[in-house]
């Protein structure tokens, strides 16, 4: 048998084997394939993978939202209105009614009047601030949280109390750590005090919790970096302790996790 007869055979058996296999593939619709082995021609079935889902559009938040109010929003960043003091050291808390509040900072590096002693709220789809009553302490680098009823829990710090109306500015009159605490009503514009911390503490982090209480985590208290966590509870209008972290913190990051446990990451210590 010469080559040329060899490769003519082997042309006609390749051709019936793929006859049958188209053959036997069209007797009916399966949900698994068949794979070959070129060398022996020994098919061996392999279960299919279970089909994957259609994939489905993501949520657009923006899209929605733009939807339900008729409006168009372009990616980008527009001026707004401008505050009635520039400050640093400052919370910004977006309340319930959508609207904006900032809370406390310094509007300069001076000793004397640094801390600016009022918030401002910059209602929804407004460019106008509108000031908001004293406080009762000035303070920066505290924490500023949503409660469920709508109010704010405004912890810590570093400053003093605020001078009354009327009151002469003593000439020295420096800022020390705050363990104080305070609630602002948006609905009143009143300022109500809160029991204190069992420490005074600044550049600490703040959680609110499933159930609504806020946990007040790490901080520094004077020369001190702290591990302590504080739970605020607006039902008792009282505070707790919970078992300090491994490793005291201050000016670090929190996050709540989607299984509601608290990620703490970063630290800085003195």
Known sequence: MNFINILRLTLIFQCVCLF???????????????????????????????PLPTPTATPDPVKEVQEELGITLEPGWELMGELEFGRWGHTATLLQNDSI??????????FRRASVVNGEILPLGSTEWATTSRFNWERTFHTASLLPDGRVLVAGGTGRAVLKEGEEEPLFRGNKDLNSAEIYDPKTDEWENAPDMAYKK?????????????????????????????????????????????????AHSAVKLIDNRILVTVECHL
């Open 20 to 50: 049958g296999f188209i053959a036997g593939c069209s007797v009916e619709t399966r949900n698994y394939i068949e794979a070959s082995d070129t060398l022996v021609m020994d098919f061996t079935v392999v279960p299919a993978k279970t």
């Open 101 to 110: 509040l900032i809370i406390g900072g310094r509007k300069r590096l001076s």
């Open 202 to 250: 600044q550049l600490a982090q703040a959680i609110t919790l499933e159930d609504g209480r806020v946990m007040i985590i790490g901080g520094r208290s004077g020369v001190s970096t702290l591990n302590s966590i504080e739970v605020y509870d607006p039902e008792s209008n009282s505070w707790s302790e919970l078992e300090p972290m491994i490793q005291s913190r201050m």
